[in-house]
């Protein structure tokens, strides 16, 4: 390895060194060819050494606001809202940030008098929270007392007493709200900023709105006008959701509160991910040797088990709180300290090995479309600046590729698969579907009382990867178990990766460049 490369970039020179890499439920050990450049994450961090006097102070300490206290009067409605099943990625240890902020909050509340309080699992067209995730977001003592009352609930963005329109912006996206939280003399949102995509005013307009309001930013043309997700001031996602931000919190008194998170998202016995694998010891390698083997001999859902039961031991980095868009300035620098990572150029082809968990098959199966949106809308856009594949360049995905869909989670996902991408992958064309879908009442039902994702929520994954889809080249999957898949999401197929690398190869014409996307955990390219 080269010994001045910097602390998250290797470049390969010995064609006999092994690298270890993530597939879906398993994982893959390989060499590269001479000159393949390596980009990690940076390591994790140091955390809060309190956690629970960081949240305390920063309720005292707020940004662009009052502290929280002396907003807080007796007889009042108060509304705590916060994220769902979706973040974090894997899920915390016990306890989970949400639940000591809010069991901060709720002592707050009652030492002023405050008795008319909802706790609000913001999901927007996710899916429904089971009371067991819900357990675990909140704590055990919040969850008994609030659950059995009925005042700790998932949003309904289907409930058609439980949302109102707040307004219209000049764009003409309509602002709607969950009506608990419009109507609540203050709201409180309780947020975990994984992605740089995350927080701000993507929180209460998004996770608290319904299909009128997502559909203006959640849509193709929202899609391709960003130039990465993760980067604000170039998404027309964030530009659509500020506008939308802008009257919910004209019409609404919200109080904000952001954490970020350091890097362990993995503890014993795959902690040796955390680190790159030129400093792994002896026992490292035989460790993650048994694991691999282990993994390959288990049937998929032995393994899907496995990885789904763990628990990240992260440590929480920062904790602001106040008015949303002073709040969420300050998010992002925290997250930028912990993930982003300078590279120079881009590439003619990227090996990017895909985990098994994504922010929609929490607890569930990573389907098709999903690993399609993982690779193309997530992996993709975790850039500032370029994209880390050149245009027209090749995406070479590591994951087994299951053609299986959670039966119940992702109900509309399987007629979108089986019926309409078997007509076309155009974007623009699959929307003209997405109303219909949206408001089936089959799909309506399974999403309100079930535990299904909503019917226009396939059409934004596809949406999510529309960006990545148009740029890329060719994408090569390595070794799935479903090759019609493969084809299906417009991929093409190769049996191992020194395949891969040989189409790869044939076509771009010449010796491509090569990166290696070493995730996870998270980090944010900032290519130049």
């Not at 590269?32 to 300490?61: C, F, I, K, N, Q």
């Not at 609000?120 to 899916?127: G, S, T």
């Not at 709607?176 to 307009?205: C, F, Q, T």
Request: net charge neutral; with cysteine; hydrophobic share 40%.
């Amino acid at each position: 390895m080269s010994g001045d490369a910097p602390l998250t970039t290797r470049v390969v020179d010995d064609p006999r060194a092994r690298w270890h890499l993530h597939a879906g439920e398993g994982f893959v050990t390989t060499t590269l060819s001479v000159g393949t450049r390596l980009l990690y994450p940076p390591p994790p961090l140091p955390s809060l050494p309190d956690l629970r006097a960081a949240v305390e102070d920063a309720l005292d300490h707020p940004l662009g606001a009052d502290p929280l206290d002396a907003h807080l009067r007796a007889g009042m409605r108060v509304t705590i809202a916060f994220d769902d099943i979706s973040l974090p990625l894997p899920q915390m240890r016990s306890p989970d940030v949400r639940q000591v902020v809010i069991e901060a909050l709720l002592r707050r509340l009652a030492r002023r008098g405050v008795t008319d309080i909802h706790l609000v699992a913001a999901l927007a067209l996710h899916r429904r929270m089971t009371p067991r995730e819900l357990r675990h977001a909140v704590g055990p003592r919040v969850f008994d007392e609030h659950f059995r009352r009925g005042t700790l609930y998932n949003h309904d963005a289907e409930d058609p007493d439980g949302m109102v329109l707040l307004g219209t912006t000049p764009h003409g996206e309509e602002a709607w709200l969950n009506r608990r939280a419009a109507e609540s003399d203050l709201l409180l949102y309780v947020n975990i900023n994984l992605v740089a995509m995350d927080g701000g005013h993507k929180s209460v307009p998004v996770g608290l709105t319904n299909y009128r309001g997502l559909r203006h930013h959640h849509s193709v043309r929202g899609m391709m006008h960003s130039r990465s997700y993760m980067d604000p001031r170039r998404s027309e996602l964030h530009h659509s959701t500020h506008r939308i931000g802008r009257i919910v919190n004209g019409a609404v008194r919200i109080f904000t509160i952001e954490t970020t998170l350091d890097s362990r998202c993995f503890g014993w016995p795959i902690e040796y991910l955390l680190r790159q694998e030129p400093t792994w010891s002896r026992g490292d390698w035989a460790l993650a040797e048994l694991n691999r083997r282990m993994l390959d001999v288990l049937p998929m859902p032995a393994r899907r088990f496995i990885f789904q039961s763990m628990r990240a031991p992260y440590g929480v980095t920062s904790v602001q709180a106040g008015a949303t868009d002073e709040v969420h300035e300050r998010t992002l620098e925290n997250v930028h300290r912990q993930q982003l990572v300078p590279v120079s150029g881009q590439s003619d082809v990227a090996i990017v090995g895909l985990p098994f968990l994504g922010p929609y098959n929490v607890n569930s199966i990573l389907n098709p479309l999903l690993v399609n949106c993982l690779a193309l809308g997530y992996a993709f856009n975790l850039y500032r600046g370029m994209p880390l594949v050149k245009k027209g360049g090749v995406m070479i995905l590591l994951h087994p590729l299951e053609e299986r869909f959670h039966p119940v989670h992702h109900a509309p996902y399987i007629p979108f698969y089986e019926e309409l991408l078997g007509q076309t992958r155009d974007p623009l064309e699959l929307e003209r579907h997405e109303e219909s879908y949206a408001t089936d009442p089959r799909f309506v039902d399974l999403y309100r009382h079930s535990h299904a994702y909503h019917g226009a929520h396939p059409f934004y994954m596809w949406y999510w990867a529309c960006h990545g889809m148009s740029h890329v080249g060719k994408i090569i999957y390595v070794a799935p178990k479903s090759e019609r898949a493969a084809r299906r999401l417009g991929g093409e197929v190769a049996r191992s990766l020194p395949e891969a690398l040989e189409m790869a190869k044939s076509f771009t014409g010449h010796e491509p460049s090569i990166s290696v996307f070493h995730w996870p955990p998270i980090f944010l390219l900032d290519v130049t």
